[in-house]
């Protein structure tokens, strides 16, 4: 098993995998540890849908917008915040569930991603690579009905697991400083927005996406390319109806 301290500091982001399987006794044995993760008052209320058979990712594919990972990848993983299976138990034993209301979804959807890091991070010990894939909750409708997932529950992340076909450089990070706020929240300055995204707008990479867009600068590219605010309603409004339909919206 790798060192801790080195696996977290020298991540990086697998996008292209080799064709050798992820055998079923390593995958259990990282999803074992993935399942220790803290969860709100040990409820567990999530679910993992694993995606291993070839057209079964190939239907999944056009909800991640066609990545190429989501079929290249020997396992997808699909982490779900999951109140069905809490709210069955509770009635099995007498018990009448008050979680069909959006703190629940909340609950939940932190439980799976908190499940879903610490799967990414046993699976990177073990030498595997993995990509987080931020589609899910764009077409969580479309995952819904793909994977057959009941009223309940509802798809908020996916993760892709394979052996790394390449070794791609590591991504940028903003510097600590800039993330971290003592005792109270600092708000930031315009100055110290200019010092903390410098190495950012100065990477070769970064000044080649405001180029290729035709962009003035590299916030452009996130606000007018990437995530624009169409797309961002559009989602919202698809999502919110997804958690109506799933049963999170009702009080």
């Known amino acids: 098993m790798a060192d801790i301290s080195d696996l977290l500091l020298n991540r990086r982001t697998i996008r292209k995998y080799s064709s050798e399987p992820v055998v079923d006794k390593l995958l259990n044995e990282i999803l074992t540890m993935g399942c220790r993760s803290s969860t709100t008052g040990n409820m567990q209320v999530y679910s993992i849908i694993i995606s291993q058979d070839a057209e079964k990712k190939r ?8 990545q190429k990972m989501i079929t290249e990848a020997p396992v997808v993983l699909t982490f779900c915040a999951d109140f069905n299976r809490f709210k069955k138990w509770c009635r099995l034993r007498h018990a009448e569930p008050g ?12 439980d799976a991603l908190l499940v879903a890091q610490t799967v990414c991070i046993a699976a990177e010990s073990k030498g595997l690579g993995i990509c987080y894939l931020g589609t899910t909750t764009y077409m969580a409708h479309k995952i819904i009905e793909i994977l057959k997932l009941p009223r309940g529950v509802v798809p908020v992340t996916t993760i892709t697991i394979g052996w790394p076909g390449d070794k791609p450089d590591q991504v940028d990070r903003l510097p600590l400083s800039a993330v971290t706020h003592f005792e109270t929240y600092k708000d ?30 590299l916030a452009q590219v996130f606000t007018d390319i990437r995530y624009k605010k169409e797309d961002n309603i559009h989602f919202s409004k698809v ?3 997804v958690l109506k339909d799933q049963g999170f919206m009702e009080q």
């Open 239 to 241: 999502l919110l109806q």
């Open 188 to 217: 930031y300055s315009d100055e110290s927005l200019k010092m903390f995204y410098k190495e950012k707008e100065g990477r070769a990479d970064s000044q080649q996406f405001v180029i290729e867009n035709h962009k003035e600068t």
């Open 99 to 110: 979680y069909d209301n959006f703190l629940s979804f909340i609950t939940a959807a932190i």
């Open 59 to 66: 239907e999944l594919a056009p909800c991640h917008f066609n």
